[in-house]
């Protein structure tokens, strides 16, 4: 079985703050694990996957297998990071895509 | 490009009538999924399609929903009859070929009262 979770529901941040969204999982195999991203009255969509190892919109994320987890941060939020986060995993070779519970971030102006 | 087509964005109904969502999905996609999200949770698969052969419905309620998808293409969910708690966003997503990036569509928000 393969399981998300993400232990904080709000999240408030002031500008300027860094921040971080906690993500851990549980899956026996090789995971793929992702951040998705829904902000107000959009389409939820893919923020990054841990495979491209790159830095969106300042956000990065390392995956830690020995600690199962696969937290997001920036090192200075934005106002426009406030929206909901989604922690979302595939296991290797099969196509399906398991969602956390989500971290509505609030960024304090 | 469009990205994935859902409708209708939204539907209110009374409880035990039918009611139908469809999906378009990205032209070219094989892989379809239909996602349930519930007030403040994340997204709950339905059920999966690869082309047009539903390859992982174990979380579809059998009973009451089903699930098409003619010609590899577009795929409608159905529920019937409804009950007031499948009150909920109903989410359609594509993927290209293995391991990409899904896209998903607006969702359709269903209000059974």
């Known amino acids: 079985a393969q399981r998300v979770t993400q232990p904080e529901k709000l999240l408030s941040v002031f500008k300027g703050a860094p921040v971080e969204l906690k993500c851990n999982y549980s899956y026996s195999g090789s995971p793929e694990l992702f951040w998705y991203v829904q902000y107000s009255r959009q389409r939820l969509q893919l923020l990054l996957r841990h495979i491209s190892r790159e830095s969106i919109k300042g956000f990065t994320a390392d995956l830690n297998k020995g600690e199962t987890s696969f937290h997001l941060k920036k090192p200075f939020a934005q106002e426009e990071d406030s929206a909901m986060y989604y922690c979302a995993l595939r296991g290797f070779g099969n196509e399906k895509l398991t969602f956390g519970t989500g971290t509505r971030l609030t960024i304090i102006p | ?113």
């Open chain 2, 1 to 113: 490009e469009a990205g994935v087509v859902q409708s209708p964005r939204y539907k209110i109904i009374e409880k035990k009538q039918p009611v139908a969502f469809w999906c378009n999905p990205i032209s070219g996609h094989n892989t379809l999924y239909w996602y349930l999200q519930n007030l403040g949770q994340g997204p709950e698969l339905l059920i999966r399609y690869e082309n047009e052969e539903a390859v992982d419905d174990s979380q579809l309620p059998k009973d009451r929903f089903s699930a098409e998808r003619l010609k590899g293409v577009d795929s409608t969910l159905k529920i019937q009859p409804a009950e007031l708690g499948d009150s909920a966003v109903y989410l359609c997503a594509s993927s290209g070929r293995a391991n990409t990036e899904a896209f998903f569509g607006q969702g359709t928000r269903l209000t059974v009262v």
